[in-house]
């Protein structure tokens, strides 16, 4: 399956929806967009990864470039995510503790809510 | 012999394909279905390193994956032909630079997801081998 990206504002907040495999081939459209969104003045992204087939780590370096990108305006890049699998690869690469990761879209907005 | 080889041109989108192959032949195999989603992903992490090392270095060379059912383990091996271990999928800046953030970050996941690994020279460039259990008379033999 190939990749399918959407985005939308709410409030303070950009939520991007992201939707097949991202993988070597994939991860340059989302990398494209995520530096578009930050060009653009969105410095609160939250990724939602529910429809996401297939993570590697291409994948995973385009998340973290989006974090250094948005964290280098005082912004956050937080993640929704609850399928295993592809959680598996963020706690191998430890990188649980550099992303915020939640459950839904809605509790990743009470969150922001609570530390704007 | 192994149960199947590839060989592929070294894109980035012949890496999905690979890894599609990867885990039909481990589910014929008789890998644990628990475990087919490790399979897919190490292959990809390992086709993915050796598709970005031809890019840069041999972009004429076929990248050759091997397959096999080998008593009571699936075994894959994927080879490139790219002289220099100082390859990792990669993602370009806008101006072309590599992102440094993310340096063997795909050999870490492969040490992650297979239980026996081995990162060999190759005849020319780098071997990766991989390993998960299998049932001993595979899917297949049904």
């Known amino acids: 399956m190939d990749l399918k990206l959407d985005h939308h504002s709410e409030d303070n907040l950009t939520i991007v929806d992201v939707e097949g495999e991202i993988d070597v081939y994939t991860a340059p459209r989302l990398r494209e967009l995520l530096i578009d969104l930050v060009n653009k003045g969105n410095f609160h992204l939250l990724v939602n990864m529910e429809k996401v087939d297939f993570l590697d780590s291409t994948g995973l370096g385009v998340l973290v470039g989006g974090l250094k990108r948005v964290r280098a305006h005082d912004g956050s890049l937080e993640l929704v995510c609850t399928q295993e699998r592809i959680l598996k690869i963020f706690r191998i690469t430890g990188l649980t503790k550099v992303f915020g990761i939640y459950a839904?879209?809605?509790?990743?907005k009470e969150a922001h809510g609570r530390d704007k | 012999?192994?149960?199947?080889?590839?060989?592929?041109?070294?894109?980035?989108?012949?890496?999905?394909?690979?890894?599609?192959?990867?885990?039909?032949?481990?589910?014929?195999?008789g890998v644990a279905e628990a475990i087919l989603d490790e399979v897919r992903l190490a292959v990809g992490e390992a086709c993915s390193r050796a598709v970005e090392a031809h890019r840069l270095h041999c972009p004429g060379e076929p990248v050759r994956i091997e397959?096999?059912?080998?008593?009571?383990?699936?075994?894959?091996?994927?080879?490139?032909?790219?002289?220099?271990?100082?390859?990792?999928?990669?993602?370009?800046?806008?101006?072309?630079?590599?992102?440094?953030?993310?340096?063997?970050l795909g050999i870490a996941v492969i040490?992650?997801?297979?239980?026996?690994?081995?990162v060999l020279p190759g005849p020319k460039g780098m071997r990766i081998r991989m390993s998960w259990p299998a049932s001993?008379?595979?899917?297949?033999?049904?």
């Open chain 1, 104 to 108: 839904s879209v809605e509790e990743a």
């Open chain 2, 1 to 29: 012999m192994a149960t199947v080889e590839l060989t592929f041109t070294a894109l980035p989108a012949h890496v999905r394909t690979a890894r599609l192959v990867a885990t039909a032949i481990a589910r014929r195999t």
């Open chain 2, 67 to 104: 397959l096999r059912d080998d008593a009571g383990r699936f075994e894959v091996t994927v080879t490139d032909a790219a002289p220099g271990d100082d390859v990792m999928p990669q993602v370009l800046e806008a101006n072309g630079s590599l992102m440094p953030e993310i340096d063997n």
């Open chain 2, 111 to 118: 040490a992650g997801l297979a239980d026996d690994v081995e």
């Open chain 2, 136 to 142: 001993a008379n595979g899917v297949a033999a049904f």
